[in-house]
């Protein structure tokens, strides 16, 4: 497949000025494959290797939603651990940089957690973190999801293997229906086709093997 230009989506002149100081050329093919789905609003299930440019193909789409006037905590990402979500939350804010005002909080255990709920307080567009952490927010009602447009799933396949699923079924309780889902995995075994069967609208797939 030929590599396409960012310039084939309908993105805002800002953000495509953006990807290119990023270095962000074309499309990787798990982007040109997500992206256009995405971006018409379905929900997906994503299956590409490590390093294949994942962390964009749900954050363009998550971006070019949000209203920065909104307060309200608008995209969620669930991630496996601290690590990873860290690295999410600085691509998102690099991502973000054609917008002002784009506020991203990062919400793992292992962190003590009064300065979360202060960030919570000033207002989080996007909330990044583990699904542990996530419920303790939830359940201290520190973090409001009821104005979620695009709830993410990273590393699903790996968040299950952490045993987080009790806590990602209670998150997806607090998000409303009418929210994007996208699921990324780099497996598709049995139970994330389960959890895919519980909480996405006609999911559309993607897989970078059917791409070569
Ligand atoms: P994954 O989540 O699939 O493991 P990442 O989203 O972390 O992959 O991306 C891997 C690396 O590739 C990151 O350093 C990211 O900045 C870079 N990257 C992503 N998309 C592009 C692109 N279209 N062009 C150039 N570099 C990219
Ligand atoms: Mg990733």
Redesign the pocket.
């Known amino acids: 497949m030929a590599d396409l230009p960012?310039s084939n989506l309908s993105l805002p002149r800002a953000q495509l000025e953006n990807?290119e100081r990023?270095?962000?050329?074309?499309?990787?093919p798990?982007?040109a494959a997500a992206l256009p789905l995405a971006f018409a609003g379905r929900d997906l299930i994503a299956r590409?290797?490590?390093?294949?440019?994942?962390?964009?193909?749900f954050s363009l789409p998550l971006l070019d939603k949000l209203n920065p006037r909104d307060f309200g905590t608008q995209a969620l990402v669930l991630c496996p651990t601290r690590e990873l979500a860290t690295?999410?939350a600085d691509?998102i804010r690099?991502l973000a940089r054609y917008r002002q005002n784009i506020k991203v909080v990062t919400l793992c255990g292992g962190q003590s957690i009064g300065p979360q709920i202060g960030s919570l307080e000033h207002g989080a567009h996007i909330v990044v973190g583990t699904p542990g952490r996530i419920g303790d927010h939830l359940r201290k009602t520190t973090l409001n999801l009821a104005r979620i447009k695009t709830l993410v799933l990273?590393?699903a396949d790996r968040m299950l293997e952490m045993g987080f699923i009790d806590d990602i079924r209670a998150i997806v309780e607090h998000t409303p229906a009418s929210r994007q889902t996208l699921l990324?995995s780099a497996t598709y075994p049995e139970d994330i086709q389960t959890l895919s069967r519980q909480f996405q609208r006609e999911p559309e797939q993607v897989s970078l093997e059917s791409l070569h």
């Open positions: 960012f990807l990023l270095g962000y050329r074309t499309m990787t798990i982007q590409a290797k490590t390093g294949s440019g994942k962390t964009a193909a690295q999410v691509e690099r990273d590393e990324f």
